[in-house]
Every structure is written in C-alpha cells, then in structure tokens.
C-alpha cells in the first residue's frame, strides 16, 4: 500500500489534462469526447495502480473497467503509477518490472510508455533512468517521455520545437512520442497536426509522422477521408506514417483489445485488416527476440515495417482473387 502522504505528492493532474483537452479541442464534438476519454481511462490506470495491491487483481480491474478500446491506454497509466511508486518506496520495489513481466505482459507497449510518462516525473538523466528496462521496447519509454512533455509542455516542444540531449535512437524515439501528442495537442484535427508537424526540421518529420500515425490508428478520431489527408501532406514520409499505423495495429492485437478505428485505419491506409497487419508486426517482433535485440532493434524494427509494407508487403497480404477453373482459362486465351 502506498502511503497517503505519498499518494497525494503523485496525485494525477486530472484538472489540468482535462484543461488542456477543452483547450486543444474547444468545440464539444465527437473528437474532444474521444479525448477526454483517452485521459479519463489512463487517469484510472494511474490512480488504481498508487492504490496498490495484488498486482493479477491490478490487471484483471484494469480489464474489466476500463472501456473496450481504451484498456491499452489504462494500462499506460498503470505503467506510469507502479514506475513512480517504485522509484519513491525505500528500499526500491520492482512491482512494475514484476507487472510488465507478468499480468501486465499484453500491454507491454503501452505500459513501456507509461514509464516514460514517470520519468518524465523523475529527476536525472533519462538514459540512465530508463536503462533497466529491455533494449527492445526501451524506446517506447522516450515515446512516453516525448508525448508527456509536448502535451504538458506544448509551448517548448511543438512551438520552440525544443528536444532533450538524447543519444541517437532515444532521440527518435522521443519524436515519435511527440509526434503523438501532436494528435492531442491539435484537437485531433488532420489539418492543424499535419500544419504543425510541418514547422519541424526535415530530418526529424519520419518520426513525428509515425507518431501521428501511430496516435490517430490507436486513439482515433479520423475518418477516411482525413485519413488519407494525412497520408498526402506526409509526402515522402508517407511509409512513416504507415508504419505508425502499423505498430498500432499491433499494440491491439497483442493485448486482445480491437477497435473498429484502428480496424479501418488499417483498411483505408495499408489495404490489410487490423488483425493481419498486427500479427505481421508481431512476427518481425520475435524474431528479433529469437535472436537477440540490442540498441538498434527497435530502429530496426520499425524501418521493416515501414519500407517492407512500402514494397508491397501490404498488397501481398489481401486476398487474392481465385484461380479461374480450367475451362474459363481456355475461354480467356481463345
């Protein structure tokens, strides 16, 4: 049990994310309630994690509570609450490794990303913090850190376009994680994310592409038609974004959670139903894992996804039309 002097320091910032979502999306619509609850499943993640307990009850309430399609984003905020109570209980614990390794293991991406939502609650460097974690998904940890601070810090990321001194692959991860909030931060409007994205330096759009992507397949809020928008205005980024999708599609698939957005996000960009593309990214996943990851993988990774559908891997993956009968071939050629 977390003490009650210690719960309250980590008290959720519940008024103020929902000020900035009524901020980013001053319009009540379709989009700010799909927002609000995105935050109102992660805040219930947060909170019943600080309360403690069997971390198998933990998983199982976050299972049965949190809304069909918002459970990987209750776990997120879980991941965030165990992080955090770890760092702050003396001697350290492990209930968040124990989470991630046991009940929490379908929703490891997310939880990754929760962790980088602590960290960036942390003092000290990032990379030393972060560096327990598996070198796989350890980036998804600077996703985290990245989509924290341009939701919270909107001013200094998106507008300075500011980034922590990170190594290389921290580095692009954190942009990833940037580029989600870019979702968030413009009101999940396709036009305004897409303007936004566009002010940053050449070098690091890809990742922020993949993290829109990642963030308008996974939360949702576009339709079709915006869909494709996005796709357009990423230009020669445009495999980025897709794979962005992609590792959305994934996410799902591996925690048992589809959504009917993420389903057609799927359909209208890569030609593939949700279920397939995410077992195609799980595939590349372990295989990686049968061999080894290191540093690089998660770069690696992403970079099959996004140049293998490019090449086609997507359109080898529908259905064929069947063969015609022998007679009917013979018609043709005659």
Request: glycine content about 12%; proline content about 6%; some cysteine.
């Amino acid at each position: 049990m977390v003490l009650p002097l210690l719960r309250l320091l980590l008290r959720p910032p519940a008024k103020r994310a929902s000020a900035l979502i009524r901020a980013f999306a001053p319009e009540r619509g379709e989009s700010r309630e799909r927002l609000e609850a995105v935050v109102a499943a992660f805040l219930g993640g947060y909170r019943r994690a600080l309360a403690g307990g069997d971390l198998g009850e933990l998983a199982r309430e976050l299972e049965a509570q949190a809304p069909a399609g918002q459970r990987g984003f209750a776990f997120e905020g879980a991941g965030m609450g165990l992080r955090l109570t770890d760092a702050f209980t003396r001697p350290a614990r492990r209930r968040c490794a124990a989470f991630l390794r046991g009940p929490g293991a379908g929703h490891d991406y997310l939880i990754h990303v929760g962790i980088g939502w602590a960290q960036a609650k942390l003092p000290g460097d990032p990379q030393r913090g972060l560096r327990d974690l598996e070198p796989l998904l350890r980036p998804l940890a600077f996703d985290g850190l990245g989509f924290h601070q341009g939701f919270f810090r909107a001013q200094r990321y998106h507008v300075e376009r500011s980034r922590p001194r990170l190594a290389p692959a921290p580095a692009r991860a954190f942009d990833q994680g940037l580029g989600r909030s870019l979702w968030f931060v413009h009101g999940a409007s396709p036009e305004r994310a897409a303007e936004g994205l566009a002010g940053f330096a050449p070098e690091r759009r890809a990742d922020l592409w993949s993290g829109l992507g990642l963030a308008c397949a996974y939360a949702g809020g576009a339709d079709d038609a915006a869909l494709r928008a996005l796709r357009e205005a990423a230009a020669e980024e445009a495999c980025w974004f897709e794979q962005g999708v992609a590792f959305a599609a994934a996410a799902r698939q591996r925690a048992g959670d589809p959504a009917a957005h993420t389903q057609a996000a799927c359909g209208t960009l890569l030609g593939a139903d949700a279920a397939l593309v995410g077992n195609y990214v799980e595939g590349l996943r372990g295989a990686i894992e049968e061999r080894g990851a290191d540093e690089g993988s998660y770069a690696d990774w992403r970079a099959s996804v996004a140049h293998g559908w490019a090449a086609g891997l997507a359109s080898a993956a529908r259905p064929r039309a069947p063969e015609p009968a022998a007679g009917e071939a013979a018609d043709v050629v005659r």
